[in-house]
């Protein structure tokens, strides 16, 4: 059960400062609702006048307002993420109240990585400069691909060469870091439409590359054409050899893999706020159907933003549910998130059989035999970041 006032147990609430904190923001509006995703997100057909940027905009400082209560004298923020959704359709003004919210309730540490998501269609130079000014040090733009005819199947609405204008003006406006999103594996996307996205984003000049293959979730359009024979599912073969082709492409280009389905040019360049999660910080997630996790402690909002604007107003939690992780969910959870890393996972966290399967799956060529030997760690090779789902049952027993 959720206590009405959201309070947390004072032994979540003990380490808190000493592990990563980090503020999520969930926005989600969007223009249009692209066919492939299931994200908690709403067009403007879809909601009523409860559910303008101004009441979720309300709603969002009245949560914050209840995170500084309930986590006492939190942290300043290491990181805050602004997701989606679609953020940039609040307009850099927006983007700025935003903030000014997280730094009011919660506050924002010196240095700290300020990250907004972003559509190209909805930017321009003078959003930029103008969420610079803001405060936000990091963008991560959309693309998705170069090829007309797979943004087409995506539903996406931005012609092909708009992300890497984007990126080129977010640059210009003062932006260090600068991601780019890709999914492969869309129905009829060829190896040559593939290359044509990897020499679009390395053409750009980008620092941080994110790339996810496609995933039909039930429920969605994408989904739907899939049942009716429209399209074809994802092939799994082609899928590890879109992965091979991005990992060569990228590694040749100096971006490194530091995570699964991400790459950086630099230390520097890699998303911190997303480190956070992967190494079992904490966070709160603000907004509607965001998660939050602060000491074993997890919750989540309720989704629809007139619900969650309308409980905040009334002076209600805007929760939905909470669970306590044991100590057996937080260690497979801490297995599931530290195998994706490039760093790997101590073998001190394993017990006797979850060593042994390491040691099995080092001889299979799944796990680096030499991280293990030199330092103790359970690294993914280039095989093992393909079949790293596999990899991390047998490591958590």
Same mark, same amino acid.
């Given at each position: 059960?959720?206590?009405?006032?959201?309070?947390?147990?004072?032994?979540?609430?003990?380490?808190?400062?000493?592990?990563?904190?980090?503020?999520?923001?969930?926005?989600?509006?969007?223009?249009?609702?692209?066919?492939?995703?299931?994200?908690?997100?709403?067009?403007?057909?879809?909601?009523?006048?409860?559910?303008?940027?101004?009441?979720?905009?309300?709603?969002?400082?009245?949560?914050?307002?209840?995170?500084?209560?309930?986590?006492?004298?939190?942290?300043?923020?290491?990181?805050?993420?602004?997701?989606?959704?679609?953020?940039?359709?609040?307009?850099?003004?927006?983007?700025?109240?935003?903030?000014?919210?997280?730094?009011?309730?919660?506050?924002?540490?010196?240095?700290?990585?300020?990250?907004?998501?972003?559509?190209?269609?909805?930017?321009?130079?003078?959003?930029?400069?103008?969420?610079?000014?803001?405060?936000?040090?990091?963008?991560?733009?959309?693309?998705?691909?170069?090829?007309?005819?797979?943004?087409?199947?995506?539903?996406?609405?931005?012609?092909?060469?708009?992300?890497?204008?984007?990126?080129?003006?977010?640059?210009?406006?003062?932006?260090?870091?600068?991601?780019?999103?890709?999914?492969?594996?869309?129905?009829? /996307?060829?190896?040559?439409?593939?290359?044509?996205?990897?020499?679009?984003?390395? /053409?750009?000049?980008?620092?941080?590359?994110?790339?996810?293959?496609?995933?039909?979730?039930?429920?969605?359009?994408?989904?739907?054409?899939?049942?009716?024979?429209?399209?074809?599912?994802?092939?799994?073969?082609?899928?590890?050899?879109?992965?091979?082709?991005?990992?060569?492409?990228?590694?040749?280009?100096?971006?490194?893999?530091?995570?699964?389905?991400?790459?950086?040019?630099?230390?520097?360049?890699?998303?911190?706020?997303?480190?956070?999660?992967?190494?079992?910080?904490?966070?709160?997630?603000?907004?509607?159907?965001?998660?939050?996790?602060?000491?074993?402690?997890?919750?989540?909002?309720?989704?629809?933003?007139?619900?969650?604007?309308?409980?905040?107003?009334?002076?209600?939690?805007?929760?939905?549910?909470?669970?306590?992780?044991?100590?057996?969910?937080?260690?497979?959870?801490?297995?599931?998130?530290?195998?994706?890393?490039?760093?790997?996972?101590?073998?001190?966290?394993?017990?006797?059989?979850?060593?042994?399967?390491?040691?099995?799956?080092?001889?299979?060529?799944?796990?680096?035999?030499?991280?293990?030997?030199?330092?103790?760690?359970?690294?993914?090779?280039?095989?093992?970041?393909?079949?790293?789902?596999?990899?991390?049952?047998?490591?958590?027993?």
């Amino acid at each position: 059960m959720v206590p009405a006032e959201s309070a947390l147990p004072a032994e979540s609430l003990a380490g808190l400062g000493t592990r990563p904190f980090g503020v999520y923001v969930h926005v989600p509006f969007c223009a249009t609702r692209c066919g492939y995703c299931d994200f908690n997100t709403y067009t403007a057909g879809e909601l009523d006048s409860a559910s303008s940027p101004e009441s979720w905009l309300d709603g969002l400082r009245r949560e914050l307002e209840l995170a500084g209560r309930v986590l006492g004298a939190p942290p300043p923020a290491d990181t805050v993420f602004v997701g989606g959704g679609t953020p940039s359709l609040l307009g850099a003004g927006g983007l700025e109240s935003v903030l000014g919210a997280v730094r009011d309730a919660v506050g924002i540490a010196p240095g700290a990585e300020v990250t907004t998501e972003s559509n190209p269609e909805s930017t321009s130079p003078e959003f930029f400069a103008g969420i610079r000014d803001a405060g936000y040090t990091r963008v991560s733009l959309g693309m998705q691909s170069a090829a007309r005819h797979v943004l087409r199947v995506l539903d996406r609405v931005h012609t092909p060469g708009r992300p890497v204008a984007a990126a080129a003006e977010a640059r210009a406006a003062g932006f260090e870091h600068v991601n780019l999103d890709l999914i492969y594996g869309t129905p009829g /996307e060829r190896p040559e439409d593939l290359r044509a996205s990897l020499d679009a984003v390395l /053409e750009s000049g980008v620092d941080h590359v994110s790339a996810y293959a496609l995933i039909v979730e039930e429920g969605t359009a994408l989904a739907r054409r899939v049942r009716r024979g429209e399209l074809p599912a994802p092939d799994d073969d082609m899928l590890a050899e879109y992965y091979e082709q991005i990992d060569r492409s990228l590694a040749a280009a100096g971006l490194r893999w530091y995570e699964v389905s991400n790459w950086a040019a630099s230390e520097a360049a890699r998303c911190g706020h997303n480190l956070g999660y992967w190494r079992g910080g904490d966070w709160w997630g603000a907004g509607p159907g965001a998660h939050s996790h602060v000491g074993g402690v997890r919750w989540w909002n309720v989704k629809h933003p007139s619900r969650y604007a309308a409980a905040l107003a009334s002076g209600a939690s805007p929760v939905g549910g909470r669970e306590m992780l044991t100590e057996e969910d937080r260690h497979l959870e801490r297995v599931m998130l530290e195998l994706r890393l490039a760093e790997g996972l101590s073998l001190d966290v394993l017990d006797q059989s979850g060593i042994a399967a390491a040691r099995d799956a080092a001889a299979e060529g799944l796990l680096d035999q030499s991280a293990m030997d030199s330092r103790g760690r359970a690294v993914l090779t280039a095989r093992g970041r393909l079949l790293a789902d596999g990899v991390v049952r047998r490591l958590a027993g």
